[in-house]
């Protein structure tokens, strides 16, 4: 028997003002979601110009993340992952890269694009990762005061990112500002304005959205093809190089896919690290007794406060599978075309694999979190990069500015994709 939402918003995972309650708010309606018999089944919110089907299950126990996570053969990414809704055409030629594939493809074009993150290109990064850490604190420490977000937890990322791409500085600005658009579908800041947990998402809004996102999306593959077009042209030893130069099925990668995966790998090595850096110097701030810990013995306590980091900020919220074939997982028999999400969220706060999930802990052992994405073929290829990057950034704030502090409470984005942090206020 299926679990059905209720009508409230209060645990409502397809009413848009569940986003907009507090982080604590929604946590608890996941606690709720986990001591269920049967996962709860939402239906799919009706959006102007998109196809959209009955509903979805919403896995938020850890073991069934885990689970679906280790069968793609029966949880498919295909033909979405990264969006409730099947994405239309004229989204999908943009947004539709491995991410949204299976294998045997996708494991041919994850070994290509694995070529930027192996452990002697990281190790080489290394010294270009120290060198912008200092420019960024030395920027800020002649500030005293900053949006921690875009002063701080923005930059690193973005240039390192930039710099596996091949991307020339001047345009930077603009794949920044394109990025958040993309993720930031919805919420006031980048949506013209509108509120839609207020006004509801009318077809002219929905509009707007769209094509504000299509543009976005648009100018970033253009881009990308650009680059493409000159690095057949002339090679080098970036990753736009080794996409089309690299053989898969016996084809080369097209200008146009090469743009899709750009716009992946500039979103995801953005945007996920940037909000994992912002959650933790918020973390930080509010448990004092933690802070003193890593800064008593940083070597020592610093990994084990990325992976908590990562745990209780959860930079992706959820995404996406379709169910390939019948299937019984936790007492629940799924059929064939049935939508999951995988709440990494709540996995990440399950109490039978967490002791004390809500109690922010950088000595925890074990830590099984699933904030890179659950075990298998769609864990994140950039894992260790951020937590490079992390890692880095802390160190060269807390050697010299160690009582660096987030000031007041986060300006925190809208979206039930991405647990995003805008703007953060801080001090030195």
Known sequence: ???????????????????????????????????????????????????????????????????ASRTPEVFSSEPCSNSIA????????????????????????????????????????????????????DDLIGKGSADFVTDVAARLPLQVICDMMGIPESVRPMVYDRTNIILGLGDPEYSGGRDYTRDGITRLGALYGLLKVMVAGYELNHLAMKLAR???????????????????????????????????????????????????????TDNPEQRALLLEDFDRHMPGAVEEIVRMSTPVIQFRRTVTREYEMNGHRYKTGDKVL??????????????????????????????????????????????????????????????????????RLFSSFINGIKHLPCKV
């Open 342 to 411: 995988l709440f990494y969220n709540s996995a990440n706060r399950d109490e039978t694999v967490f002791t004390e999930p809500d109690v922010f802990d950088i000595t925890r052992s074990p830590n099984p979190h699933v904030g890179f994405g659950g075990p298998g073929p769609h864990f994140c290829m950039g894992a260790n990069l951020a937590r490079r990057e992390i890692t880095v950034m802390f160190r060269e704030l807390f050697t010299r500015v160690p009582e660096i502090r987030a000031t007041a409470e986060p300006d």
């Open 86 to 137: 099947d994405l239309p055409g004229y989204l999908a030629r943009y947004f539709g890269s491995m991410i949204n594939m299976d294998d045997p493809r996708h494991a041919k074009i994850r070994r290509i694009v694995s070529r930027a993150f192996t452990p002697r290109i990281l190790a080489k990064m290394e010294t270009d990762l120290q060198a912008t850490a200092t420019r960024i604190v």
């Open 1 to 67: 028997m299926t679990t059905t939402a209720r009508d409230t918003v209060d645990g409502n995972l397809s009413n848009l003002k569940f986003w907009a309650l507090p982080p604590e708010q929604r946590m608890a309606a996941f606690t709720r979601l986990r001591q269920l018999d049967h996962p709860a089944f939402f239906p799919e919110l009706k959006l102007p110009f998109v196809k959209t089907g009955p509903g979805f299950y919403a896995l938020a126990r850890h073991a069934d993340v885990v689970e």
């Open 230 to 284: 000159k690095r057949r042209r002339r090679p080098g030893d970036d990753l736009v190089s080794a996409l089309v130069s690299a053989d898969v099925d016996g084809e080369r990668l097209t200008d146009q896919e090469i743009g899709s995966f750009f716009i992946l790998l500039v979103v995801a090595g953005n945007e996920t690290t940037r909000n994992a850096m912002s959650h933790g110097l918020k973390l930080l």
